[in-house]
């Protein structure tokens, strides 16, 4: 029987696991919450229309949330997905990686300006969040934002796609792949500026070997991105 030759790794995750992992990711989270929306949408009528578009921002925001559970069930225990993507490292201190984070996230938002001036529909929603941060809902959203999903989407497309995908293949083709399904899923910014972070964030991983400086830098971006539409909005009344 044909056995592939894989490099070994102390914390290897199988290639068809992954592809498992992702597959159910997408069925329940677009086919799935498209369903919901359309079976709403149906009804043509204003009672059907208000949880239609509450169910909407739930699929903009849970998909990815979806994702976290889908990744902690099939991968336990989540201490092997935070562990460094290269085996027996010279682990950066956390201040460094606090810095390349903090860095990461400003090089990102920098880049990202000519995308955010010309309008985008996710950035929208961040400044949102920050402009009612002041009441209870706002600041649930804003959390779930700059928190939550940094955490979630840099655990999966960078502790468990880019880091399968390493192993199995090479560095580039790694990070061309994770960054590609990145943009294709994460809803706070448009693709263009998903592909270009996604590319930056493994950087990140791969420089530090660890997830926090991603995290952090998911985050800077996130609500930079949202304060730079909010200060525009504002700007124009």
């Not at 699929?59 to 562990?83: E, H, K, T």
Request: glycine share 10%; net charge positive.
């Amino acid at each position: 029987m044909f056995q592939p030759n894989e490099r070994t790794h102390p914390d290897a995750f199988r290639l068809s696991k992954l592809i498992y992992c992702m597959g159910l990711i997408i069925l329940i989270g677009y086919y799935a919450s498209s369903v919901v929306i359309s079976y709403l949408l149906a009804g043509n009528t204003v009672a059907s229309l208000v949880p239609a578009l509450a169910y909407s921002h739930l699929v903009l925001f849970g998909f990815p949330l979806v994702s976290g559970i889908i990744a902690c069930v099939l991968y336990r225990p989540l201490r092997v997905v935070f562990s460094p993507v290269r085996p027996n490292p010279d682990q950066s201190p956390g201040w460094l990686s606090l810095l390349y984070g903090l860095g990461g996230g400003l090089v990102g938002f920098i880049v990202s300006i000519p995308f955010l001036w010309a309008g985008d529909a996710g950035g929208d929603v961040v400044a949102e969040a920050i402009s009612h941060a002041n009441s209870v809902k706002g600041l649930a959203m804003l959390l779930l934002l700059i928190v939550v999903l940094p955490v979630v989407m840099e655990m999966t497309f960078r502790g468990l796609v880019f880091k399968t995908l390493v192993i199995h293949a090479d560095v580039p083709s790694a990070i061309v792949a994770s960054s590609l399904l990145f943009a294709l899923i994460w809803p706070t910014f448009s693709r263009p500026v998903g592909i270009f972070f996604g590319i930056l964030s493994a950087l990140l991983y791969i420089r530090t070997n660890g997830l926090l400086a991603p995290i952090l830098a998911n985050a800077v971006l996130s609500f930079s991105g949202g304060a730079f539409i909010l200060s525009r909005a504002l700007g124009r009344h």
